[in-house]
Structure formats: C-alpha cells, structure tokens
C-alpha cells in the first residue's frame, strides 16, 4: 500500500529536478557555442554560428545568464528571386557581348589604331577611327556597367543565402536553397556573460545575441525547417 506514494514522491522530485535543471533552446545553443570557442573546436562553432567568438581577441565565456529573449520576426528568404535575378543579369551580359564581339571583328584594324592612339596619349588621325573610337568607348561603358551589376546580383545572392544555407547545412543532403521559398526567423538573446579575458582577467560583459532559423517550402509544397545559427555578437554599452 505504501509503495505507490513512495513511487510518487520519488517521481515528483525527479521531476522537480529535471525541471529546475533545464534551460531553454536559446541557453543550450548558446552555452554549446561558447564551450566550442573555450576549446577552440572550430567545427562544433561552425555548425552553431557564422560569427565567431575568439579567445585570443575576446577571451572566453564560462558562464553566463538570459536576461531577455526578443519576440520572433520574419523576413522573406529571397534567395530564389536574387537567383533570378543574377541569371537574368548574366543572360543580358552574354547577349551585350556577342553583340560587342560582333562590332570588334568588323572595325578589329580601327580599333587597334584607336587603342595604339589611346596609349600614346593622342588623338586618332583619321575621321573615321575618331567615330569608332566614340562607338568603342561606349561599347566599353556599357561592358563594364554588365560586369558591375552581374557582381552586385552575385553579391546579393551571396547575402541573402548565407543564413539559409548555414541553418539548412547537412552534409549528408546538401540542398539548393535557391529552389525553395520561405523565410528567415530571427530573434535576440540578451546574455549576462562572465568573460575572462585574454590577459586573464574577470569581466562581466552584455552581449546581444542574433539567432536565426530558415523556414523553407519546396515547390511541392514540402516544409524544410533549419535549426537555430548564431549570426551575430554585439557587446552592448
């Protein structure tokens, strides 16, 4: 008859315990980080974050308390639409360069003579490599205006699929995120962090801590949630 209520008490202060010993998802990704930097395991730390917390500049992070957790925002993941963005950027470019290729190998002598003029400092001498010397510089503009936005497209795209792939990274099924769309999740943990420093000594410092998750759908409709990333590290005041 009395083993049922020792049983029970036995459970509840099991329960009680585990309960007082738990800590929530942010704490658990943020204290693996720091033990990961402590130790200088550089894979662990890139699996948790894309910011790192390095303890030859910064020190390291025994300990630390959650002061407060923002509210979840949402941004679009535009990693599909920078994508189409970029190959539209490319075909343009392609497309000006046949064109650009055809007008140099009909005047290929003129512009020469335009080139070998432009080096030494002077003037075409004849009219008609003064005109294809205004079409080429033209010609030339516009090639390098096609360079710089296929590099701003491939920057952006760089961007705006860093945290998409960092949250969605497994090196057994590696995905394209530019195939899917969805959205990025962001929230910020404020820490109390104990920091030794690199001459040793003990600081407390407050840090604002960015996380980040992609909420991705497939074209089949299909879900893809990542995990929760570090992406940034801000020391507050």
Known sequence: MHRPRFTAVVLFILTATFAGCSSVPEETLISSFFRASRFRDNMTSANLSMVSF?????????SFEVESISEVTTTPMRARALNEALMAMQASESEFSERKQAYQDENLEAIERVLEAEQAGNEPSRRADRAVQEEWTQWRA???QHAQEVSDARAGLSEGRIVAEGSTYSAIDLIDVTLYDGEISSKTVR??????????????????????????VGDDGTPLTGRWIITAIDEVG
């Open 54 to 62: 390095s303890a030859i500049e910064r020190g390291v992070v025994p």
């Open 142 to 144: 516009e090639m390098a």
């Open 191 to 216: 820490i109390i962090a104990d920091v030794v420093t690199p001459d040793d000594q003990n600081v407390q410092e407050t840090l604002d801590i960015e996380i980040q998750r992609a909420e991705l």
